[in-house]
T-cell receptor, first 114, second 112 residues
């Protein structure tokens, strides 16, 4: 059972480039979310989804887009990367929601924007 | 504003010692509180989840308590081992905001 899989693990971008961070889970979880982790800031919620076709904003959504066309996948898109988006990004899923049960995390995607 | 604080930021203990990690939260409308472990370069692993109606949860050598009146949770680790070395994060889910807010973590080093 793979759990939550994130790709790529490492990425370097130039300012203004676009890219997509992929997240897939094989646990049939309805809830999926993206966090960024920065030194001194902890983990902050970017976007989340409570099911296929449904997405909503978290604490720091600006500069990021998401979509949820299937239960399994929840990609995070950076349309025009900025140095402030240098961070470690984590995808997490839960059977029902962040309030009801255990969150399962991927191993992270480390992004550097030059 | 919903805030979660973990003190100390870092802790170093000799192997075998019992220890307590602290987590404070400001939101009185807590729904649940979770404790996670994060190893360097890895994602977070859920350790314990305490619902607001519960006072504590136990898993092996780990025991987490919740005191809503004081806005505090503690993670007790018994007979610490070098393999326990990691960063431990707590996170509060608020009924008011509908958000899961993380503390910044306590980095634990257990020396052989």
């Amino acid at each position: 059972n793979a759990g939550v899989t994130q790709t790529p693990k490492f990425q370097v971008l130039k300012t203004g480039q676009s890219m997509t961070l992929q997240c897939a889970q094989d646990m049939n979880h309805e809830y999926m979310s993206w966090y960024r982790q920065d030194p001194g800031m902890g983990l902050r919620l970017i976007h989340y989804s409570v099911g296929a076709g449904i997405t909503d904003q978290g604490e720091v959504p600006n500069g990021y887009n998401v979509s949820r066309s299937t239960t399994e996948d929840f990609p995070l898109r950076l349309l025009s990367a900025a140095p402030s988006q240098t961070s470690v990004y984590f995808c997490a899923s839960s059977r029902e929601g962040a309030n009801t049960g255990e969150l399962f995390f991927g191993e992270g995607s480390r992004l550097t924007v030059l | 504003k919903q805030e979660v604080t973990q003190i100390p930021a870092a802790l170093s203990v000799p192997e075998g010692e019992n220890l307590v990690l602290n987590c404070s939260f400001t939101d009185s409308a807590i729904y649940n509180l979770q404790w996670f472990r994060q190893d360097p370069g890895k994602g977070l692993t859920s350790l314990l989840l305490i619902q607001s109606s519960q006072r504590e949860q136990t898993s092996g050598r780990l025991n987490a308590s919740l005191d809503k009146s004081s806005g505090r949770s503690t993670l007790y680790i018994a007979a610490s081992q070098p393999g326990d070395s990691a960063t431990y994060l707590c996170a509060e889910f608020s009924s008011n905001t509908g958000k899961l807010i993380f503390g910044q973590g306590t980095t634990l080093q257990v020396k052989p």
